[in-house]
């Protein structure tokens, strides 16, 4: 199978995941719509402690030492974070999820606004965060261009199916259109892990998971409506952890 396959299914799944919610999710109360958001962030607090458990990840501390991993991810959050913030990163994918809500709702002889343009949003960010921030996103997408196989990205593509079809009975349509996102960045991680060649340091590895779990905690608060967590603005720590995980592997 060529690089890029994982992807390409996984945008598959998430596209009939979204016609399916679509399609049910107006005969459930809302009060079921609640329900199924709710467990979805359950899970998605699962998923979240699971990959933040990679902080105590012994290739990581053995490398840069035993407390290192945890200052490692609070230096990646918060630089990552004021970098995001000064770019403006959640404000810009809302816009973006805004604008096209806006354009297809044009089309479609209505009126953009209101309550269901709010829906969009919340739909088309959410799924981005939750399809594109852990560590089957990462490791899959990175793996599958070192020429490892795409299994990790087929699974993810299975759970992001069932997922998609939860979110879009709750969110409508904005989750279908998060897969432009998906393209982007679970395409990028492939095409980079194609670039890297056939060595990634487990360490640096483990930063990033260790990372992605803690910006995916904040998705499930989101979800679970305990924080609107600016999610999108600490997407930057992403890069900032191996980065500092290799200075800190140099300095020592």
Do not use: Y
């Not at 999710?25 to 990679?54: E, F, K």
């Not at 892990?193 to 910006?215: E, I, Q």
Request: some cysteine; proline content about 4%.
């Amino acid at each position: 199978m060529f690089p890029g396959i994982g992807t390409v299914v996984n945008v598959a799944t998430v596209l009939v995941g979204s016609v399916i919610g679509v399609l049910v999710g107006h005969r459930l109360p809302q009060r079921t719509r609640d329900v199924v958001t709710d467990a979805l962030g359950l899970v998605t607090l699962l998923i979240a402690a699971s990959s933040a458990a990679s902080v105590a990840d012994p290739s990581w501390s053995r490398v840069v030492g035993g407390s290192a991993p945890t200052l490692i991810v609070l230096g990646s959050l918060v630089v990552g974070g004021i970098a995001g913030s000064l770019l403006g990163i959640e404000q810009r994918l809302e816009g973006f999820g805004g604008w096209l809500q806006a354009t297809l709702q044009r089309r479609a002889g209505g009126r953009p606004g209101g309550a269901e343009r709010q829906r969009f949003i919340e739909g088309f960010v959410t799924s981005s965060l939750v399809f594109c921030v852990g560590p089957l996103t990462i490791l899959g997408s990175i793996n599958e261009g070192l020429g490892n196989g795409a299994d990790q990205l087929l699974l993810k593509s299975a759970l992001d199916g069932f997922a998609a079809i939860a979110f879009a009975a709750s969110f409508g349509w904005g989750v279908g259109f998060s897969v432009i996102s998906l393209v982007v960045i679970q395409g990028g991680l492939t095409a980079l892990g194609v670039a890297l060649g056939s060595f990634v340091p487990d360490a640096h590895l483990s930063a990033l998971t260790a990372t992605g779990g803690l910006v995916l905690l904040g998705v499930a608060f989101r979800l679970l409506d305990i924080k609107q967590v600016k999610v999108a603005d600490f997407l930057p720590a992403l890069l900032v952890a191996p980065l500092l995980t290799e200075l800190v592997i140099r300095i020592r």
